[in-house]
């Protein structure tokens, strides 16, 4: 079991930015990829971005230009920069880590972190 770890969520003004964080803490296991969803209200799940092991990301045609996602191997962190946020971005941005070696195929996901855009 992984446990995830996100925060960063907030109250922001549209056009401003934030940063959320997502640790995976412990060791005994590989991380394939680390990856970005959200739910809006009353939307479906949308899948926003991805990191994979080896550093190249992915990102929904809806934030392309505008988010950029991280990561510290090092530190089994993601991080999604979020700039030049719109209303629609408001949603719980919630975090998924896929495992790889003998747990391949396991995902896991954080709790969710709250992320509204408001004037």
């Known amino acids: 079991q992984v446990q995830l770890v996100e925060s960063g969520g907030d109250l922001v003004r549209p056009g401003g930015f934030l940063r959320l964080s997502c640790v995976a803490p412990?060791?005994?296991?590989?991380?394939?990829?680390m990856g970005w969803f959200r739910q809006g209200p009353g939307k479906q799940p949308e899948w926003v971005a991805s990191?994979?092991?080896?550093?190249?990301?992915e990102y929904a045609e809806s934030v392309k230009g505008r988010f950029t996602i991280s990561g510290d191997n090092s530190k089994n962190t993601a991080y999604l920069q979020m700039n030049s946020l719109k209303p629609e971005d408001t949603a719980v941005y919630s975090c998924?880590?896929?495992?790889?070696?003998?747990?391949?195929?396991?995902?896991?996901w954080g709790q969710g972190t709250q992320v509204t855009v408001s004037s």
């Open positions: 412990g060791s005994g296991f590989s991380i394939n990829a």
């Open positions: 998924a880590v896929d495992l790889g070696g003998s747990d391949r195929g396991k995902r896991f």
């Open positions: 990191i994979m092991n080896d550093g190249s990301t």
